[in-house]
């Protein structure tokens, strides 16, 4: 099926529920505000940017992840446990989901589309060094690689290490630099010149 | 409406083994990466109005009961035509899924379907996503009570410890599962445990929640993949006890 005929037969379905009362578009533009503007990469951004500065936050997120989310009340859904998993010299962090496209929508937002596609989904538990490579990111041979395949309803997110020369930033700063690529792990962040 | 190939073929059966179940498969190539990961940093949420249309639709299916919960809905995605999977991209695929689910239940018919889209100009020789079931699962009014949440109590203690070494078994038959193959039959070793969750293979089939335990089970990217394999790779993934046996030693 096409862009073009999926689109015809998403719009199909639509009038049809709405013309027997199953469906609201209000409902539709609801949706597209709240993933739009609300719900998104900024959200995951704010908890890293919270744990590099505050040590008793970032020990809390590690241990129980759900738990250290709670206060913040997210919208957006599929967030039902939380594993915050954190890279390391020695250890780097990347999440997938083989089977559907299982993903934090709370925290990161919607997914990116190559997270849903078959290349990601097939190739990044079987040799995501050379995947990683498809986004830039070399790592070095002795640093272990812990793919994380989100197979129920757990929900992972990965905590980046801190560039050096951020120290300084405060987390307003630093939320605009930590990209949603590094908390999924195909990113590893570094300063990037102007 | 029954001779072009915009008609709808029925579902066979349950898909344990579907097209779906991608880990390690290889031939796919690149990862094609989006304005999202290169250029535009900050770049998030809908690009297209379908998307979310079928978003939209996917959530009032738990609210109008064509869908009984996640599982029920996750199944009907792995039941679509293993050519659309691959090609109609994530809310192609979703779309798909909704389209079996509201005509299993009774709450749109095919034939509504077939007429509206070629109305709007759906081209004939489109294959589409969506396979219902004539003899679909049925759901008890209770099952179909949506809760979100997916962990339970339950009085059973975990058959499994951390460390323990275990190995992960097809149930067989057919039917929706969250255990992908390339996982099966490969010694691993548990690193969580995650307490009881609704069971998947049952629940998305109206045969209940059958709340398992869950666990974290780490594998070697050698013992999974051969001595060739990239060097220094752990994989970790969630699996429920049933899948589970103790690893044969030696």
């Known amino acids: ?194 | 409406m029954v001779a072009h190939r915009a008609s709808v073929a029925e579902s066979v059966g349950g898909h344990l083994d579907g097209i779906h179940d991608l880990g390690g498969k290889q031939g796919f190539g690149h990862v094609e990466l989006d304005a999202s990961s290169k250029e535009g940093r900050h770049i998030h949420g809908f690009n297209q109005r379908w998307h979310a249309a079928v978003f939209t639709i996917i959530n009032s299916l738990f609210v109008n009961g064509a869908a009984a919960n996640t599982d029920h809905f996750r199944h009907s995605v792995e039941r679509i035509d293993p050519i659309n999977y691959l090609s109609d991209g994530y809310y192609g695929r979703w779309l798909g899924g909704a389209e079996t689910m509201l005509v299993e239940a009774g709450l749109l018919t095919q034939d509504e379907v077939n007429s509206r889209v070629l109305n709007r100009g759906y081209e004939l020789h489109e294959t589409v996503a969506a396979r219902p079931s004539a003899a679909p699962d049925l759901f008890s009014a209770e099952e179909r009570n949506f809760q979100p949440t997916a962990q339970r109590l339950v009085a059973i203690e975990p058959r499994f410890g951390l460390g323990d070494k275990v190995t992960a078994r097809s149930l067989g038959g057919a039917g929706h599962t969250r255990l992908p193959n390339y996982v099966r039959d490969v010694p691993g070793q548990v690193v969580a445990l995650h307490g009881a969750w609704v069971f998947p293979d049952a629940n998305a089939h109206g045969k209940g929640e059958d709340p398992k335990h869950l666990y974290t089970v780490r594998y070697q990217g050698a013992d999974l993949w051969g001595p060739n394999a990239e060097s220094s790779v752990v994989l970790n993934i969630d699996l429920f006890e049933p899948y589970l046996s103790e690893a044969s030693l030696g």
């Open chain 1, 1 to 194: 099926m096409s862009e073009k005929s999926a689109a015809i037969r998403a719009e199909a379905l639509e009038s049809l529920l709405v013309e027997k009362g199953l469906l609201d578009t209000a409902r539709i533009d609801d949706v597209l505000t709240l993933y739009n503007e609300r719900v998104g990469p900024m959200n995951g951004a704010m908890l890293v940017a919270k744990a590099w500065r505050d040590a008793h936050f970032k020990q809390q997120l590690l241990a129980d992840g759900t738990a250290a989310i709670a206060q913040f009340s997210f919208e957006g859904g599929q967030v039902d446990k939380l594993v915050v998993v954190e890279n390391t010299a020695e250890v780097h962090n990347v999440v997938v989901c083989t089977l559907c496209s299982c993903y934090p929508w709370a925290i990161l937002g919607l997914p990116p589309k190559w997270y849903k596609d078959p290349a990601y989904r097939s190739r990044v538990v079987r040799e995501p060094r050379a995947v990683l490579t498809d986004f830039g990111t070399h790592l070095p041979a002795e640093q272990e690689v812990r793919v994380w395949d989100s197979s129920a309803e757990v929900r992972y997110m990965v905590l980046p290490v801190q560039p050096k020369g951020w120290e300084t930033l405060s987390e307003g700063e630093l939320v605009n630099k930590i990209t949603r690529d590094s908390m999924i792990g195909v990113e590893v962040l570094a300063e990037v010149a102007e």
